[in-house]
């Protein structure tokens, strides 16, 4: 059975610890390195070779945010997991596209870690049930009369689907047989109708209108 091989970032040594054991649990993953800072673990990943690196998302010098980006700059085979002990919707689909692969909160069971842990290896997208959670929370402030729904096309409505999922603009462009250029178009018109700088403000406000549903 070829196991997984999964590289730990965490600054705090008691997490680093407490994830190998919850890990080794599991037949099919291997600690192959911890380190307890971005720079560290950006420094082990040619020597280990991991698949998955389990990041901590804030971190001390280079947050967990910063190294997924530049890890995933440096090697293509690489999958990354943020960890985060604060609320992080604000951040998380915007990151999605930003060389991270999940987001997962502290909170998670070992068996939700579990899981997390092989989606991202199998190369898929994933978001904390947590952290969709939030996302719905945030979405029920009733729309005030100041703030119409404004019209989309179909199309349109079809990529801010998308950009509620896990899914990168990369696989929302296969997804759609169309090009990255043109997703970016798109999320662009979006952004401008409904006056968000941002894909997670944007998805949060079309939440609120009712547009879309999670």
Do not use: C
């Not at 291997?30 to 307890?36: H, S």
């Not at 997804?175 to 894909?199: E, G």
Request: aromatic share 4%; hydrophobic share 45%.
């Amino acid at each position: 059975m070829k196991k997984i091989r999964i590289l730990i970032a965490d600054d705090h040594v008691v997490v680093r610890h407490g994830l190998k054991l919850v890990l080794r649990q599991e037949p099919d993953f291997e600690v192959v390195a911890e380190a307890e800072n971005g720079r560290d673990a950006l420094s082990l990943i040619y020597d280990t070779l991991p698949d998955v690196a389990l990041l901590d998302w804030k971190m001390p010098g280079l947050d967990g945010l910063e190294t997924a980006a530049r890890m995933k700059q440096s090697v293509d085979w690489i999958h990354t997991l943020v960890l985060s002990g604060a609320p992080v919707e604000a951040a998380a689909l915007d990151a999605l596209d930003n060389g991270v692969d999940g987001f997962l909160h502290k909170d998670v069971s070992p068996q939700g870690l579990a899981h997390a842990i092989r989606q991202v290896a199998a190369g898929k997208r994933y978001l904390g049930p947590e952290i969709t959670q939030a996302l719905l929370e945030r979405s029920r402030r009733p729309a005030s009369n100041d703030d119409p729904a404004p019209s989309l096309s179909p199309r349109e409505l079809e990529i801010l689907t998308l950009m509620a999922s896990a899914a990168t603009y990369k696989e929302m462009a296969l997804r759609l047989n169309i090009s990255d250029a043109t997703v970016h178009t798109y999320v662009k018109r979006i952004f401008t109708k409904l006056n968000q700088p941002t894909r997670t403000q944007a998805v949060i406000t079309a939440l609120r209108l009712n547009l879309i549903e999670l």
